[in-house]
């Protein structure tokens, strides 16, 4: 029996861009250091935790990886990863070439789940942030907080005293 290749089973493939500016704005998505990564890293960092970023050696190469407490945090934009909440009012669905896009989304949320599966096995705790969080900057450090000290207690995370 012939098997797919992985293009075929994954996402399939893109049509040519429809103008030059489509092309142009998809070449603008960037995957680390976005606005909302930035975000997460200052409260961290003003809430007194160090980290360090992107481990690719990690599963699903978190934005920001607290490695000797094994906690890996994913600050995921609401549309390319889905934002599963109704009152989320970041994430859309796509309105045209919609069988591209649908397969791609969704290949995108199955691939959190597997990283986040895979990272559990390993004995990492898993927080994800998403980008609608970060506009409430006062609410997202209050939660951050709330979670590091949750986890730190079973994990022992070291913070800075002021």
Known sequence: MNRPTKRERLVPVAPPPTSAGASAAMRGNVRS????????????????????????DIPGKPD?????????????????????????????APRSNTAYWNAKLARNVERDRENQAKLE????????????????????????QAEMEQLGRAGDIRQRTP
């Not at 000797?68 to 009152?87: E, M, T, Y």
């Not at 096995?121 to 951050?144: F, S, Y």
């Open 64 to 92: 920001v990886v607290f490695r000797r407490r094994k906690i890996a945090l994913f600050v995921h934009g609401c549309f390319w990863h889905q934002h599963p909440s109704a009152n989320c009012p970041l994430r859309s």
């Open 33 to 56: 250091n976005t606005r909302p990564e930035l975000v997460v890293r200052r409260l961290l960092h003003s809430l007194g935790y160090r980290y360090r970023l992107h481990a690719s």
């Open 121 to 144: 096995e390993l004995g990492w705790r898993v927080l994800t942030v998403w980008e609608c969080e970060t506009r409430n900057r006062k609410a997202l450090g209050a939660r951050l």
